[in-house]
């Protein structure tokens, strides 16, 4: 007769597997293997809790994302550890979630040291009474705006935001110390990436940035979408600085059959990521934006398929765009597929080769990964190239 896996195994047993995966700072295994995840998802079935998915504890009635949810937490492990926080140190959270990270956070430097910010009271309400239930009363949570912070209890050594963000607010910059440290999934050009920022002086300096998905703070529109068909199965996502005619560009879908499929030289296995296309293409083009298509719109054969028909690069200028393709080829049983580009409108040809030069640029270095730099808006930005934001200006160069 099998035993019921008890939450400590379980738990355990994520742990192990999260480890296996990647490294895992010491400290940051000793909490994952403390904090009782289950406890910050009551009603959610043993098993469940303790597998390396998210978890939604608030819908958003008409929206794609759920407003709140507890991250995954491979991604939480990994996060933790861009964070190096050590004992004493003061974290500001911002997006309390289940408050299961904040618990974590308290285990890391002490449940004194942590103050956790969400904006909404629901949301508040659950992490507040889960901490407290879990044992973890001393931790402080806010309900307020997180772009406001928490100035009352700054300044911080770490702060940790485990929502999307857009644009670095200043108020994060007033209440955080000089030599501090700032994780945050920063979202630009379509794509989020979790960034490790080290402060120093009017700078922050990435040492770290690494894929991952969060659901957006609230209160920052940066980033536009817009439907280029009818029937909104084909959609792209920009920002707010770039220069898109979204009505030219549905007007060549419309009319247009692919103007042409293009091959890059690179080669990649079944299980090998290609992302760094993307992060290599907006560190010096500012046409790079974020296509999605779904699978409806792939079926009918509206478009060609994307690399990834929800979230893949595209290059667009005027009427015209080129978007990132996986083409299966059976010559090399390693790499069996092969990136590309496909094509819409009259300037795609040129959108291809330029996309395919960014292909061949990450083919030539695919684990290179930029060095970011933060400035205030009112500041001057670093070399390199810069995208500009409203409160902050991003600068990459590899």
């Given at each position: 007769?099998?035993?019921?896996?008890?939450?400590?195994?379980?738990?355990?047993?994520?742990?192990?597997?999260?480890?296996?995966?990647?490294?895992?700072?010491?400290?940051?295994?000793?909490?994952?293997?403390?904090?009782?995840?289950?406890?910050?998802?009551?009603?959610?079935?043993?098993?469940?809790?303790?597998?390396?998915?998210?978890?939604?504890?608030?819908?958003?009635p008409g929206k794609p994302l759920p407003l709140s949810c507890a991250s995954v937490p491979s991604v939480v492990a990994m996060m933790l550890g861009q964070l190096d926080a050590r004992p004493g140190d003061k974290v500001l959270e911002v997006g309390a979630g289940t408050g299961y990270n904040a618990a974590l956070l308290a285990d890391l430097v002490g449940g004194d040291n942590v103050t956790t910010v969400d904006i909404d009271s629901d949301v508040a309400l659950?992490?507040?009474?889960?901490?407290?239930?879990?044992?973890?009363?001393?931790?402080?949570?806010?309900?307020?705006?997180?772009?406001?912070?928490?100035?009352?209890?700054?300044?911080?050594?770490?702060?940790?935001?485990?929502?999307?963000?857009?644009?670095?607010?200043?108020?994060?910059?007033?209440?955080?110390?000089?030599?501090?440290?700032?994780?945050?999934?920063?979202?630009?050009?379509?794509?989020?990436?979790?960034?490790?920022?080290?402060?120093?002086?009017?700078?922050?300096?990435?040492?770290?940035?690494?894929?991952?998905?969060?659901?957006?703070?609230?209160?920052?529109?940066?980033?536009?979408?817009?439907?280029?068909?009818?029937?909104?199965?084909?959609?792209?996502?920009?920002?707010?600085?770039?220069?898109?005619?979204?009505?030219?560009?549905?007007?060549?879908?419309?009319?247009?059959?692919?103007?042409?499929?293009?091959?890059?030289?690179?080669?990649?296995?079944?299980?090998?990521?290609?992302?760094?296309?993307?992060?290599?293409?907006?560190?010096?083009?500012?046409?790079?934006?974020?296509?999605?298509?779904?699978?409806?719109?792939?079926?009918?054969?509206?478009?060609?398929?994307?690399?990834?028909?929800?979230?893949?690069?595209?290059?667009?200028?005027?009427?015209?765009?080129?978007?990132?393709?996986?083409?299966?080829?059976?010559?090399?049983?390693?790499?069996?597929?092969?990136?590309?580009?496909?094509?819409?409108?009259?300037?795609?040809?040129?959108?291809?080769?330029?996309?395919?030069?960014?292909?061949?640029?990450?083919?030539?270095?695919?684990?290179?990964?930029?060095?970011?730099?933060?400035?205030?808006?009112?500041?001057?930005?670093?070399?390199?190239?810069?995208?500009?934001?409203?409160?902050?200006?991003?600068?990459?160069?590899?």
């Amino acid at each position: 007769m099998s035993q019921t896996p008890t939450a400590d195994r379980l738990r355990n047993r994520l742990v192990d597997a999260i480890i296996s995966e990647r490294g895992v700072p010491c400290d940051v295994e000793r909490a994952m293997r403390t904090v009782p995840r289950d406890a910050f998802l009551p009603g959610i079935e043993l098993e469940n809790a303790y597998t390396d998915q998210a978890v939604t504890i608030k819908d958003n009635p008409g929206k794609p994302l759920p407003l709140s949810c507890a991250s995954v937490p491979s991604v939480v492990a990994m996060m933790l550890g861009q964070l190096d926080a050590r004992p004493g140190d003061k974290v500001l959270e911002v997006g309390a979630g289940t408050g299961y990270n904040a618990a974590l956070l308290a285990d890391l430097v002490g449940g004194d040291n942590v103050t956790t910010v969400d904006i909404d009271s629901d949301v508040a309400l659950h992490a507040r009474t889960t901490l407290n239930t879990a044992g973890y009363e001393s931790v402080t949570v806010i309900e307020r705006n997180g772009l406001l912070g928490v100035h009352e209890n700054a300044p911080y050594d770490r702060i940790i935001a485990t929502v999307g963000v857009w644009d670095i607010p200043a108020t994060w910059w007033d209440q955080l110390v000089d030599g501090g440290r700032l994780v945050l999934p920063l979202r630009w050009r379509g794509q989020t990436r979790s960034v490790a920022l080290t402060r120093r002086g009017d700078e922050l300096v990435s040492d770290g940035m690494e894929l991952c998905g969060f659901v957006p703070i609230i209160g920052q529109n940066g980033e536009q979408a817009a439907s280029l068909n009818a029937a909104d199965t084909v959609r792209l996502h920009y920002d707010q600085d770039q220069a898109v005619d979204t009505d030219a560009l549905a007007a060549t879908l419309a009319a247009d059959k692919p103007a042409g499929h293009f091959l890059s030289a690179q080669r990649i296995g079944g299980e090998e990521s290609f992302d760094g296309v993307w992060l290599r293409a907006t560190a010096g083009d500012d046409r790079v934006c974020r296509l999605e298509v779904t699978p409806e719109a792939v079926e009918q054969d509206l478009v060609s398929r994307p690399a990834a028909p929800g979230r893949s690069p595209v290059l667009v200028e005027d009427d015209s765009l080129a978007y990132l393709t996986v083409t299966r080829e059976g010559a090399d049983p390693d790499r069996p597929f092969r990136l590309g580009a496909a094509t819409y409108g009259p300037r795609g040809e040129d959108l291809a080769h330029d996309l395919i030069a960014h292909i061949d640029a990450w083919g030539s270095a695919r684990l290179a990964v930029p060095r970011m730099t933060v400035t205030p808006s009112a500041a001057g930005a670093a070399p390199g190239h810069v995208i500009s934001k409203p409160e902050s200006r991003i600068t990459l160069a590899y």
